[in-house]
């Protein structure tokens, strides 16, 4: 097995937050089938909070583990928290991630980050419209 | 748990029989081959022993055999080795798009001291056209090599077919025979090459060692220079243990030939007939029919390979993939993208190579574990979630 | 009969320490370092296991050892691979005159592609000047190749003096440490080298297995293309017992060197002073002091090698020789030729190389049985006729 | 050891015929130490026939075992039948040699002719003179 830290494998095994959310806020999506991680985050947010985050994820073990820990770091935070959430504030979390993993698996901060524009995007267009 | 190891393309176990054959070779019987003195006999002809068996493996002439380190070290051997010594008729050699590493990248390497290269396509189930060999042929053609069977997706190319052409064409033919020497009947006067590489660990023999055999007559450039062992073709103090492993691998090999091809084909056949029944959307990879007895491959669609295989792996079952996050250079196999598959769906793949302990209640298991597996990891997967809300597939 | 084998320079026996630790690797743990399931993981951990002893053995870094097939494997890589990476820069490499075959045949072959070879002689002990070698170095001169010891003469190199020389004009210097590494101290910080190459059999490992040592930020040309294992410098499927042995016996060799050097040393010392009050007309090769601990040869004047060896061999004693008779390719070795001694001379080459379970006994056994065996050859001897009439040499 | 044959290695640890003969009648010298064989063939010749045959030899043990076989093949024999043993039918009483043995240690049935020819051009000089 790659060498998956106990975090990344309990996670992988584990993964909180998955599905979609109906209606969501804002949506993100980040990497591609080529690369072999794709992930979709899907946002919440009431009062600048994410008040839920659940994710869909191709990949493998650290793509899907990734995707869960930053779920759960996100969860309950403030926009403006959740943003500071960086790939390797998510590996560290993981306790680690292999090397050769870290680039390609590690796109979940960037996916909620996407959702997050995504929704202060909306936001904006709501604002002017 | 229960272990289940269906991964008997990336190594075989050491059958005991082979591991007895090599005991005495690692203990007292350490003499080097090249030594003139009474510790030097019984290794050497120890050597020539194996040479005669792995002879007897492919029909061989017992001559015509060089032990190599490796599988890897055969290739790199044939491909550069050949291209090398005959350079004076021309610098343009052909392989197939589905080579293995040690075979693309040996011509990768010729690229880049001036030779040129020219890589066949390969149909929907990885097989070569000969015609298509045929027309890649030029005048400065020097070197033709289409491995027999493919490691992946476990077709069988027609190198018989193959070497029609290149022997009407005058031009040598290898052929990696890795995946298939010691699996199914190697001859190599019936598929008419002049080249051909094997390994031992692929056939339950030792890791470490492999050999290359060369029609005499065929030049051939050392890839190891040093001392003249090997009749001066491969240099470096025989590795008298592995060597020995090796010819007793390929003497069982060749007795127990057929009863083997009968149980790997039953189990093969039981889990690609089986497994599409118990999930949908799964591809079978490689050729139908035209495949190594004991390789089943597939890819699973919306899925990715390497956490499949970790599930797999929690349940105590060892498989392949090619998926890029399975493979060190992160990239989906070429043989599966070479053979028209998406990226998307060649993520998906898992490879299940069935070995001689293998059982039907292996395959059983197999059936019964991956389902729920999969079923898991697609309602995680976005892609799926696309999939069911359109209504129909993405491929 | 006694059995003593003193060739340890041709093969070491395996340690039944070295053996038992392979022992699982030749059974149970069967898996490719490469593979991601459960199978693989302790083959890949024992296969770093070793180059964690390896690296110890030699003071390098772990991630600069790279494991190979052989001693010859690593000096091919070596010279092939430094001088192919550094192609942009010249195309002039310089070795001793006195290198292994692995060395001397790599050259020879980089010279057929382009490249140009400058020897540097030796003197009447085989010792290299090292500047003789500062006076070849040229502005297109991309590698200096020097072994540390040779194994036909024993005389240690002044790697050291060397690598001040290459460090100061910026050149990579590999050295051949087939002979030193694990027999004495190597370490390749303070030796000052950029690449080392060393092989298991040479201290009581296994065959089929050594390793190059690259500093990092060298680079090297792969020798053999294919998968990234080894970090993309050499593929092909790890031969996990081979070199699990390999690092056992670095291990042993890293513990119990200084007790070796002793009793290797006391051996050796008792032959050379020993056999000249046997036999007269004997001259020692190699240097008198410089050289490897357990490593005793000679040239018998007006007799030949491979006689010698086959009457001590019929007294159970294993030893080798430098003669032309002895050598496969009927040539003296080039190795006493190039250190000045006749033709005639060096068809007297005798080694004898002691190793760990060495005994006092062997060398009063050989001070017992050589000096008939000379006197019975030397009385058919047409040399040993002409001398006794002239009442004098005939060197 | 090289694989020679059980009549080479009884000629290796027992040659016959080694040594010198004084004043002999012709003396026949061939190889040279670089290539590692080295003969001396002696003989004397009584009414044509070769009454004695004595060798010394520097070399291998295909060397020796050649120069022992050659001196009992010739011994007693007449010059015309000593002429004709060739390196083959050395090798074939001896049982074969190994391949590369063959060109370099099988130099003994021309040590012989050529003391043969030394004894023949002494003779016609002895005529002449
Ligand atoms: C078809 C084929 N060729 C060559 C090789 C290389 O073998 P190795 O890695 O043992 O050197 C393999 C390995 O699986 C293979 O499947
Ligand atoms: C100095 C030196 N280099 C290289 C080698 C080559 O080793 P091998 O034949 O085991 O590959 C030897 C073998 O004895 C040696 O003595």
Redesign the interface.
């Known amino acids: 097995?790659?060498v998956y830290s106990q975090k990344v494998m309990d996670h992988?095994?584990n993964?909180r937050n998955?599905?979609?959310i109906e209606n969501p806020d804002g949506i993100g999506?980040e990497g591609n089938?080529?690369?072999?991680?794709?992930?979709?985050f899907y946002i919440k947010v009431k009062d600048n909070r994410l008040e839920d985050v659940k994710?869909?994820?191709?990949?493998?073990?650290?793509?899907?583990a990734v995707s869960s820990m930053v779920s759960e770091m996100a969860k309950g935070r403030t926009l403006e928290e959740a943003l500071k959430i960086t790939p390797q504030s998510v590996a560290n979390e993981l306790e680690g991630l292999p090397k050769?993993?870290f680039h390609?698996?590690n796109l979940g901060a960037q996916a909620l980050h996407k959702a997050i524009e995504d929704y202060l995007e909306k936001q904006k267009k709501g604002v002017q419209a | 748990m229960r272990r289940v190891?269906l991964?008997n393309a990336?190594?075989?176990?050491?059958l005991p029989e082979v591991?007895e054959a090599?005991m005495p070779f690692?203990?007292e019987v350490?003499?080097?081959p090249?030594?003139?003195?009474?510790?030097?006999?019984p290794a050497r002809e120890a050597v020539e022993t194996a040479r005669v068996q792995v002879a007897g493996l492919i029909g061989a002439q017992v001559e015509e055999i060089i032990f190599t380190?490796?599988?890897?070290?055969s290739?790199?051997f044939a491909i550069k080795g050949l291209a090398m010594a005959n350079q004076k008729k021309g610098n343009h050699i052909i392989i197939s798009a589905v080579e293995?590493?040690?075979v693309l990248?040996?011509a990768?390497?010729l690229e880049k001291?001036g030779f040129q290269v020219s890589e066949v396509p390969v149909d929907k189930y990885g097989t070569v056209d000969p015609d298509d060999v045929r027309r890649r042929i030029r005048k400065d053609t020097i070197l033709v090599s289409v491995m027999h069977a493919n490691g992946e997706i476990g077709t069988i190319e027609p190198i018989k077919e193959i070497a029609k052409i290149t022997k009407e064409m005058n031009i040598p033919l290898h052929t990696d025979a890795v995946a298939t020497a010691g699996t199914i009947p190697v001859n190599v006067k019936e598929l008419g090459v002049d080249a051909l590489s094997l390994?031992g660990?692929q056939f339950y023999g030792?890791?470490?060692?492999g050999a290359l055999w060369v029609r005499r007559g065929v030049r051939i450039?050392?890839?190891?220079?040093?001392?003249?062992q090997e009749g001066g073709k491969r240099?470096?103090?025989?590795?008298?243990?592995?060597i020995v492993g090796l010819g007793k691998a390929a003497e069982l090999a060749t007795a127990n030939m057929d009863a083997r091809i009968k149980l790997l084909t039953a189990l093969r056949d039981r889990l690609i007939t089986q497994l599409p029944a118990k999930i949908d959307h799964v591809v079978i990879t490689g050729h139908p029919q035209k495949r190594l007895p004991g390789h089943a491959s597939f890819c699973i669609e919306?899925?990715?390979?390497?956490?499949m295989?970790?599930w797999?792996?929690?349940q105590g079952?060892?498989?392949?993939?090619g998926?890029?996050?399975?493979s060190?250079?992160?990239k989906?196999s070429h043989v599966l993208i070479a053979s028209g598959l998406?990226?998307?769906l060649a993520?998906g793949s898992l490879l299940f190579t069935f070995g001689i302990d293998s059982t039907v209640e292996d395959v059983d298991y197999i059936l019964e574990v991956l389902p729920p597996i999969v079923t898991r990891l697609r309602?995680?997967?976005?892609?799926?979630?696309k999939f069911e809300k359109a209504g129909k597939g993405v491929r």
């Not at chain 2, 919306?302 to 956490?307: D, P």
């Open positions: 097995m790659p992988f095994m993964p998955v599905g979609e999506e089938p080529v690369c072999g991680d794709m992930m979709t994710f869909q994820t191709f990949g493998c073990g650290a793509a899907i050769n993993k390609c698996s | 190891y991964d990336a190594t075989t176990p050491l591991r090599m690692l203990g350490f003499g080097n090249s030594s003139l003195h009474s510790w030097g006999d380190g490796s599988g890897t070290e290739n790199n293995h590493f040690s990248h040996s990768r390497t001291l390994a660990n030792p890791k470490g060692v450039m050392p890839l190891l220079d040093g001392g003249i240099a470096g103090t025989e590795n008298v243990p592995a919306f899925i990715e390979g390497e956490s295989l970790m797999l792996n929690m079952v060892a498989v392949s993939s998926s890029a996050c399975t060190r250079a992160l989906a998406s990226h998307e993520q309602q995680m997967s976005p892609l799926y979630a």
